[in-house]
């Protein structure tokens, strides 16, 4: 199982951008997704989360700017960064639990992708 992040990049204050991942390999189902990120010295924090139903939490932070929704045909979960600030620039990580059966084992494991990095110019 993998989770493939994309969307970042380099933007001026003000700016959008638009986050991906997508969920790939041999799993049941990806229950709850999400994204977190880490600025430079500080700890990884959540950023907003989002149940297979839709229910959605967000950061304070970042209330009103970022919209997460996903798709869950596609086992993608995006993240829609409006009103970009200097203080959003870190690395973003995707994240979801998925559930997998091997064999007569069912389990329900969480998964990291690998970052991906959102600097945002003042």
């Known amino acids: 199982v993998q989770l493939q992040a994309s969307g970042g990049g380099l933007v001026q204050a003000g700016e959008s951008l638009r986050l991906s991942c997508a969920a790939s390999g041999s799993f049941l189902n990806v229950n709850t997704m999400g994204w977190y990120c880490q600025a430079p010295g500080k700890q990884r924090e959540l950023v907003a989360s989002i149940t297979t139903g839709g229910s959605t939490t967000y950061a304070d932070s970042v209330k009103g700017r970022f919209t997460i929704s996903r798709d869950n045909a596609k086992n993608t979960v995006y993240l829609q960064m409006n009103s970009l600030k200097p203080e959003d620039t870190a690395v973003y990580y995707c994240?979801?639990?998925?559930?997998?059966?091997?064999?007569?084992?069912?389990?329900?494991?969480?998964?990291w992708g690998k970052g991906t990095q959102v600097t945002v110019s003042s």
């Open positions: 994240n979801a639990d998925i559930s997998t059966l091997d064999s007569t084992r069912f389990r329900v494991m969480n998964y």
